[in-house]
Each structure stands twice: as C-alpha cells, then as structure tokens.
C-alpha cells in the first residue's frame, strides 16, 4: 500500500483503471439486473418482489463496505500520515452513504408488499439508519475540518470509531430475530441458501456495484487531488 | 398486493440514483482536472 501512497504514482494508475472499472461494471450491472427481472425465478413465498434483491443487497454491502474503507483509510492516515489516505476516505463517503440511502429506500420498497410494512425499528434496519447518519456526520465534519485548512485527524478517529457499528449491522439478524431475515449467505463458510438460478445475477451485480463503486471513488479522488493542486498552486502565486 | 409498482420504484430510484452519483463525480473530475491542467500550463 506504501507504493501507492504517492500522488504521483496513484494518478498514473487511476487514469487508465477510472474508465476500466467503470465500464466493466456498466456492463456488469446491466447483464445481471436483466438476468434478475427476466431469467430469475420469482420466489416461492415472496413472489416478485424478491427481484429488488439484486439492488438491495448490492447496495447494503457497498454501504457497509464504503465505511470500511473510510476506516482502513483513516487507521493509515493516523498510523503512518500516508498523504493519500485522507483524500481516498473522503472519497469514500458520498458513495457509501449514497449506497446506504439506496439500501434503505430499496429494502422499504421491498418490505411493503412482503411484510406489509415500510418500515419497522428492528436492528437491521435501525442499524442501517445509524450508518447513514453517521455517514451524514463524517461529511459534516470533513468539511468543516478541511474549511479550516486543519489535517483531518478529528475525521479520522470519527471514522474509526464509526467502523464498531459494522459487526451491529452484519450480527443485528442473528441477535435480534424480528422482520428482516436471517443471514441468507455465509461467504466464511462458502453457503448459501439462496438457489443458484438467483445466487448468480446476484453475485454478478453485487460485483458489477463494486466495480462501479471503485471507479466514482477513483473520479472523486482524482477531483479532490486536481483541485488541492490549484489551491497549492493559487496560494504560492499570492505568495511569489 | 402487485409487486411491480413497488419493483419498478426500486429499479428507477436504485439507477436513478448510481447515475446520477457517477455522472455527478465524472463532470466534477473531468472540471477539476482541466483547471489544474490549465493552471500549469499558464505558469
């Protein structure tokens, strides 16, 4: 990770993987989510309404994952102060909390014709909505701190410390037994209970999600690194 | 109840959104990197 770190070095990999990454999973999320409306078979006891699976789970995990990486990212920024690893955080956190909001809004669309409800407080969910706020603060927070030309380590112990709401979320299933459904796929065990005519488009557009995931991080990097350079260079011409 | 409605709601907030979110850091990029490339060819 250490050879990356370099600003010089990131650009001259992320400019020809920005597009790669985005087309590819383009194409990706267009092949599975048409294999999931109209290859896929409808659910014995859901009926059609299992199809919003293939945006519901993608998102959920890339929500989860968003912070994730926000807190690897900040543990790097505040162990070895890699110059990258604020931007690559920052970077981050819209999507995550765009994929969150996603999660949220698709899994209430979802619950209504299942359960007959929008939305119940149980831990899933609840836990969820946690994520999101805390996505909301993060950014706040961010900005203020970079308002202040300050370097951000506030930031990033809120990042880290935002990460403990990750095991609530993956565990909330397993603790509290209410509306949402179990864990359906256990990728430490390699099961799943999902059929494979439905596993596959799902696996093919979580996959897709990601790729598209990693390239908008990659465009909002490269925005954040391009504008720090004319600030840097705007300031040392008032200076000169 | 018919599932569809609430389907097709997903789908169209889900792409609606993932679009919006990638365009939306495409043009932003694609503007900061043309003022930093103008910038150092100016200087």
Request: proline letters at 4%.
């Amino acid at each position: 990770m250490h050879v990356f770190a370099n600003p010089a070095r990131f650009l001259k990999i992320a400019r020809p993987l920005t597009p790669l990454l985005g087309w590819s999973g383009a194409v990706l999320i267009a092949g599975a989510l048409c294999a999931g409306l109209f290859l896929a078979p409808a659910e014995r006891l859901q009926g059609e309404s299992v199809r919003i699976i293939y945006l519901h789970v993608p998102a959920a995990w890339l929500g989860m994952a968003g912070w994730a990486a926000i807190a690897v990212a900040s543990l790097m920024q505040l162990v070895w102060r890699h110059p990258l690893a604020a931007v690559a955080a920052r970077a981050a956190a819209v999507p995550g909390a765009a994929f969150t909001a996603i999660c949220l809004v698709t899994g209430s669309l979802w619950g209504r014709p299942t359960w007959g409800t929008y939305w119940e407080w149980d831990g899933r969910m609840t836990s969820m909505l946690v994520l999101l706020f805390l996505y909301f603060g993060y950014l706040a927070l961010a900005g203020a701190e970079k308002e202040k030309d300050g370097e951000g380590r506030l930031t990033a112990i809120f990042g880290l410390v935002g990460a403990v709401n990750l095991p609530i979320i993956h565990y909330s299933v397993l603790w509290w037994r209410t509306l949402h459904q179990g864990q359906s796929i256990d990728f430490l065990r390699g099961t799943s209970t999902i059929d494979a005519s439905m596993l596959w488009p799902l696996l093919a557009s979580a996959l897709g999600f990601s790729l598209l995931f990693g390239a908008i991080v990659l465009m909002r990097m490269r925005a954040e690194l391009a504008r720090n350079k004319v600030e840097a260079r705007l300031k040392r011409m008032t200076v000169e | 109840m018919n599932p569809w409605p609430f389907v097709a709601a997903a789908y169209a907030i889900a792409l609606t959104g993932t679009a919006a979110l990638t365009l939306s850091s495409w043009f932003a990029m694609r503007r900061a990197e043309a003022e930093a490339d103008k910038l150092s060819r100016g200087s």
